[in-house]
């Protein structure tokens, strides 16, 4: 999809929608792994407490959080281009530093690190799917804004 003929804030309405949709499709992953006893029911409270955060944040601003990720994966060397190329050794390998302020995002990294291993291709896909789309709409988004 070409993001470039969208507003900002319908580029950050389609970052929120996208969001969302990975949200609830790690929910489902993840209280499916608690189910089977593979992963920690620590996980889903982690992501509910996730998702009710962002879902506020999202109600105070439509731009809030893609600017809140666009802060992040534009400063840091290599994070966007490896989660575009798929490098999954890369993410589950990817730890935070301790100069690094944006705690939601190290959530949403930690949460999907803490499936990732579990999923079969197909879904390993999905996720970057939307990991994708959501650096994509970001760096347009921040393109239009601070041009």
Do not use: W
């Not at 990975?22 to 499916?32: C, E, G």
């Not at 944040?57 to 802060?71: D, N, P, Q």
Request: hydrophobic share 40%; aromatic share 12%; with cysteine.
């Amino acid at each position: 999809m070409e993001f470039s003929e969208f507003s900002e804030i319908e580029l950050a309405g389609i970052f929120n929608d996208n969001l969302v949709d990975l949200l609830d499709q790690l929910n489902a992953i993840v209280i499916s792994l608690t189910e089977q006893n593979i992963i920690d029911k620590r996980s889903k409270a982690n992501l509910d407490f996730y998702k009710n955060l962002i879902n506020r944040a999202m109600g105070l601003s439509k731009e809030i959080v893609i600017e809140g990720f666009g802060s992040y994966i534009l400063k840091e060397p290599g994070f966007m281009e490896k989660i575009l190329e798929r490098d999954e050794t890369y993410f589950i390998s990817y730890n935070f530093t301790e100069n690094e302020t944006d705690k939601n995002l190290e959530e949403l990294v930690n949460i999907i690190k803490s499936v990732i291993t579990f999923l079969n291709d197909s879904n390993k896909s999905i996720i970057f799917d939307y990991l994708n789309i959501l650096c994509q709409t970001t760096v347009t988004y921040a393109h239009k804004k601070y041009k």
